[in-house]
């Protein structure tokens, strides 16, 4: 009997993603736990394990096909035993672009068939109702895709009124239903909020990219916190100075083990002792209940093609420096690979966003629901400070601390910057 193999949910969260790469085609055996596929979620590029055995008789999702939703059936595998050529496609396969090679077939099988009548004309038949599903080939959605012609317009002559390739060609030249509908009514005065940013253009010569999942993501997610989160922002100037001289004195004594710490390895530290420290900031707000953690776990910012992710160092405050040195740079590695595992980068109690290698000095970063707290960190830069009453120069830095008024009163906040400048300007509490 054969198999349907659908679109896997690959985190709790993913309700559609991208078929990024087939590595398998028609014809090949497969056993469980072998590699099938490449898909794209909103974080990463992930591998897709086969579960059964037998043999691919159908690929019915084309490489490539974005926005496929979790259980689409994306192929067809025939049990041992079975003979490919007998096997159907599972599932309608009509919402989904198939693949070239489907397309042909079908193609040719279209074109061999007893030649039905030329369509009727769009003004004499029926176009679907609002929300009535239009059966059309895939080939034949792709060629109206191409051509502009609306599908909506057409009177299929395929079985049970499906739209086949004759018919979108036959139709090509004719003016589809919403052109005429358009022609002969006046644009409404306020144009959609799309069109009004497609005429900002201003005639400058451009050109369009696609938003990837990952960047609808972000786009998505951060305008929600915007909007939904009551912000709060309260800065400290941190002197480092101690800190760059422990890094240089843990440097030297780990340096046999090739272990290099980054200050960053040292403020994830910092900011977990400082959670642990001042627990009602270590919280999240959770409608008509506020969750309280009892450890830290930090989600560092990490910038990647096309976006940003946020692996996370799990308890923090109860790991040596030089095991989140460790941890970080696997993870940031895999990061821009693609590799991460949804579990690596989904959670976290706070965010950590440090920008200072680019020279920032001070910024605001949005809260990345549900958290509840991000700490944006500047450049350290000589600067006049006083130390011991009297006016020096020192490496100071400049750290904000972003809080979900809902759940973190200011107060608490204040505390929590506190305690995390003393760690930073003290570090052997660190390592202690």
């Known amino acids: 009997m054969p198999i349907a193999i659908k679109m896997p949910a690959l985190s709790p969260t993913m309700e559609e993603g991208t078929l990024a790469k087939w590595l398998v085609k028609v014809g090949d055996k497969v056993a469980a736990g072998d590699i099938m596929a490449e898909i794209e979620t909103d974080k990463a590029t992930m591998e897709f394990e086969a579960v059964d055995e037998g043999t691919i008789a159908h690929i019915q999702v084309a490489e490539g096909s974005e926005g496929v939703k979790v259980g689409t059936i994306i192929a067809t595998l025939a049990e041992d035993g079975e003979d490919i050529g007998d096997v159907e496609p599972m599932g309608d396969g009509g919402s989904t672009p198939a693949p070239k090679a489907a397309e042909e077939k079908l193609a040719k099988k279209e074109e061999t068939a007893t030649p039905a009548p030329s369509p009727t004309p769009a003004a004499s038949s029926p176009a679907p109702s609002s929300g009535e599903r239009i059966i059309a080939s895939p080939l034949a959605r792709r060629i109206a895709d191409d051509k502009g012609v609306d599908l909506t317009s057409l009177k299929g002559s395929g079985p049970r009124g499906r739209i086949v390739k004759a018919d979108v060609e036959n139709a090509k030249s004719a003016p589809a239903a919403s052109d005429s509908k358009a022609a002969a009514t006046p644009a409404p005065s306020a144009a959609p909020a799309a069109a009004a940013i497609e005429a900002q253009d201003f005639g400058i010569p451009h050109e369009k990219e696609k938003l990837s999942g990952m960047r609808k993501t972000i786009a998505r997610r951060l305008t929600e916190s915007k909007q939904q989160v009551p912000h709060i922002y309260l800065t400290v100037d941190i002197r480092l100075d101690e800190m760059l001289k422990l890094r240089s004195q843990l440097n030297a004594a780990l340096e046999p083990q090739g272990v290099k710490l980054s200050v960053n390895d040292l403020l994830i530290k910092a900011l977990a ?122 490496t100071v830095m400049s750290a904000t601390g972003s809080f979900d008024h809902r759940a973190i009163d200011g107060a608490d906040g204040a505390q929590l910057m506190k305690v995390f400048k003393e760690l930073v300007e003290a570090p052997l509490g660190l390592i202690a």
């Open 273 to 394: 002792k400082a959670l642990v420290a001042v627990p009602s900031c270590n919280v999240q707000f959770a409608g008509d209940q506020l969750l309280k953690f009892s450890r830290a776990d930090i989600s560092v910012a990490v910038s990647i093609d096309g976006g940003l992710i946020t692996p996370i160092v799990k308890d923090a405050g109860a790991k040596a420096i030089s095991a989140i040195s460790t941890e970080m740079k696997d993870l940031a590695g895999r990061a821009r690979d693609g590799k991460l595992k949804p579990e690596e980068y989904q959670g976290g109690t706070a965010s950590l966003s440090n920008m200072g290698m680019y020279g920032i000095k001070q910024f605001e970063a949005v809260i990345n629901p549900p958290q509840a707290m991000i700490m944006a960190i500047g450049a350290g830069e000589k600067r006049p400070y006083i130390v011991d009453d009297a006016l020096q120069i020192a």
